[in-house]
Nanobody, 127 residues
Framework: QVQLVESGGGLGQAGGSLSLSCGAS????????MAWYRQVPGQERDFVSA????????YYADSVKGRFTISRDNTKNTISLQMNSLKPDDTAVYYC????????????????????WGRGTQVTVSS
């Protein structure tokens, strides 16, 4: 099993910035594609961004493209999400997800394809 733990988030202001991190630990599983999702209570979990195992490919939801940046540091088994130009609509619980994908990004926005999930971290953006 791979354990994912999110950190960061908290309260931000519209137009401001926040950063999230997700650390992976547990059973060694190489070439993990990782992603961020977010969920508002009562709504479906929405895709935010994904990154290939080597960081060479990234994919973003249209709603965050140009504002959010996903990155990873495989020496530390972490990914990050830099969130700029925040909007109140970015308020949600943000989840980290991972799956084995040795051949690059596969089904990056398909939540059902991710095997491992973190418990989430709250991001609240005030207007």
């Amino acid at each position: 099993q791979v354990q994912l733990v999110e950190s960061g988030g908290g309260l931000g202001q519209a137009g401001g910035s926040l950063s999230l991190s997700c650390g992976a630990s547990g059973r060694a599983e190489s070439r993990l594609q990782m992603a961020w999702y977010r969920q508002v209570p009562g709504q479906e979990r929405d895709f935010v961004s994904a990154i290939s195992w080597n960081g060479g490919s990234t994919y973003y939801a249209d709603s965050v493209k140009g504002r959010f940046t996903i990155s990873r540091d495989n020496t530390k088994n972490t990914i990050s999400l830099q969130m700029n130009s925040l909007k109140p609509d970015d308020t949600a619980v943000y989840y980290c997800a991972a799956k084995s994908s040795p051949y690059g990004l596969t089904d990056p926005s398909s939540a059902h394809s991710y095997r491992y999930w973190g418990r989430g971290t709250q991001v609240t953006v005030s207007s």
